[in-house]
């Protein structure tokens, strides 16, 4: 470029300048999202939980078949209205919910304070669409977790539904909630006013909250959600708390965790997070105990003990929570088949939770045979499924000093090949799950 030519040019790349500075001004207000320091504590906390109980809950609970009743079968709102006298949880005793997501080393709950019914299970002042309002049990659900909660020292994260297929404001409607009986009219203004009302009740009534799990965007993809707007008012109110949203989309601003509906990370099965990536926000995935989210009285394909703890190590070495579901039956009890399973993999979580908790996803990359799972210089080795007798392994960084067997602590041989680390597998035990092997690694130079 010669002198003249950048001298005459200068005004116009001024004006350039300018003009990319005034869209970036008015653009970094909308996506850029500056996380507080709390909240960035808060995601390393999240980070280091790994494992926590979803918990789905309402008034759906009472028929038996799932939180989508209403709109399966379907139930119009004359008729779903008539559920709430029935909700009437004599035996629940959120003590014994926290002391069962303890046990099973769970430390975090996440549960829902609104489905898409849009029944509300905390004491609203904005509707009496709610469950102290309209049930004869006319206690705040989520007020009694959330003081139980906060006694046990166990975080509470509450699950809301952005769909709704109860609020006539909720319009125009969506991919869902044709069949409620609902006036082809509303406000869908009034309806997001409601909404962060809603919200405001929940981080403003209920103590220190650990986030908001967002469900049903994916119901009006295309709508203006006002999404900066709420994130905004919620990290206001309580600047530590976690915004995550089951878009299945990738993450919005102002979003600080980021999950993935019975997928582990980039994982497609399901055919919902079709378009989603894996962020580098914290990560959870979210997972069903037999088939169904709410209470379903038919459904009895449980998973196994073992298979939800290889969910549980899977997701821990692609560097995600777990977020493991129960719907608890009307009666407030949860079902005798969750509580074993709770139970057993409370075992594992005793005996293994070192080789989890405060771990990130591993060096090596994941595989059919197991996963890596690393905290500091500690390399935990996860072997899930592999009949050798050996196993090499890519991606080790820095030397290994040591190999040991956490279940009993001795030695693992070991070799180093070109490229690699070779580990002789110690013989499984019968119905092992995981064979964990913890290598030291040479501490790393600053
Ligand atoms: O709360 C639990 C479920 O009730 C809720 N998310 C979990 C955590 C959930 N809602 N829907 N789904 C799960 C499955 C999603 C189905 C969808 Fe569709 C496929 C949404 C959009 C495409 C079915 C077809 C519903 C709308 C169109």
Redesign the pocket.
């Known amino acids: 470029m010669n002198a003249h030519f950048r001298f005459r040019s200068v005004s116009f790349a001024a004006a350039i300048v300018c003009a990319m500075l005034a869209t970036f001004t008015s653009a970094s207000a909308q996506e850029t999202y500056t996380p507080t320091p709390e909240n960035l504590r808060a995601r390393v906390w999240f980070q280091d939980a790994k494992f926590g109980l979803f918990i789905?809950w309402g008034v759906y609970s009472v028929l038996g078949d799932g939180?989508?009743i209403m709109e399966t079968r379907p139930i119009n709102r004359t008729g779903y209205a008539k559920l709430p006298a029935f909700f009437n949880p004599t035996k629940f005793d959120p003590a014994a919910w926290v002391t069962l997501a303890k046990a099973a080393g769970m430390k975090y709950i996440t549960i829902t304070s609104k489905?898409?019914d849009g029944f509300a299970m905390f004491n609203s002042k904005l509707t009496d669409w709610n469950v102290v309002a309209r049930t004869p049990y006319g206690k705040d659900v989520i007020g009694m977790l959330a003081a139980e909660c906060h006694k046990q020292g166990i975080k509470l994260f509450v699950?809301h539904s952005q769909l709704d297929w109860h609020s006539q404001d909720y319009f125009p409607r969506g991919?869902?909630g044709h069949r409620t009986g609902r006036p082809d009219s509303g406000n869908w203004d009034a309806y997001l006013n409601f909404m962060d009302g809603q919200l405001r009740e929940l981080f403003t009534n209920y103590g220190e909250l650990g986030g908001v799990w967002f469900?049903g965007m994916?119901?009006k993809p295309d709508a203006d959600w006002h999404l900066e707007r709420t994130y905004a008012m919620i990290h206001q109110l309580q600047p530590q708390a976690l915004v995550g949203s089951?878009h299945h989309k990738n993450p919005f601003p102002g979003e600080d965790f980021q999950m993935f509906?019975k997928d582990l990370p980039g994982g497609h099965t399901t055919g919902?997070n079709a378009e989603q990536g894996v962020s580098v926000l914290p990560l959870e995935t979210?997972e069903t105990m037999n088939n169904s989210?709410g209470f379903n009285i038919t459904d009895d394909r449980y998973k196994s003990t073992a298979d939800l703890i290889r969910y549980l190590v899977r997701a821990a070495g692609m560097n995600a929570n777990f977020l493991l579901n129960v719907g608890p039956m009307p009666n407030g009890e949860i079902q005798p088949e969750f509580v074993q399973r709770l139970t057993e993999i409370g075992k594992w979580t005793k005996q293994y939770g070192d080789s989890i908790y405060g771990a990130r996803g591993g060096p090596v990359a994941a595989g059919p045979w197991g996963v890596t799972t690393q905290r500091g210089s500690t390399v935990y080795v996860h072997v899930l499924d592999w009949n050798q007798p050996v196993l090499a392994l890519a991606g080790i960084p820095r030397a290994v000093r040591s190999a040991r067997l956490l279940r009993d602590g001795s030695s693992v041989e070991f070799s180093t090949v070109k490229g690699g680390l070779v580990l002789k597998l110690p013989e499984a035990q019968p119905e092992e799950v995981d064979r964990v092997m913890a290598l030291e690694l040479e501490p790393a130079k600053l």
Do not use: L, Q
Request: proline residues 0%; hydrophobic residues 25%.
């Open positions: 789905h939180e989508w489905h898409h699950y991919r869902t469900d994916w119901d089951n509906e919902f979210c989210w």
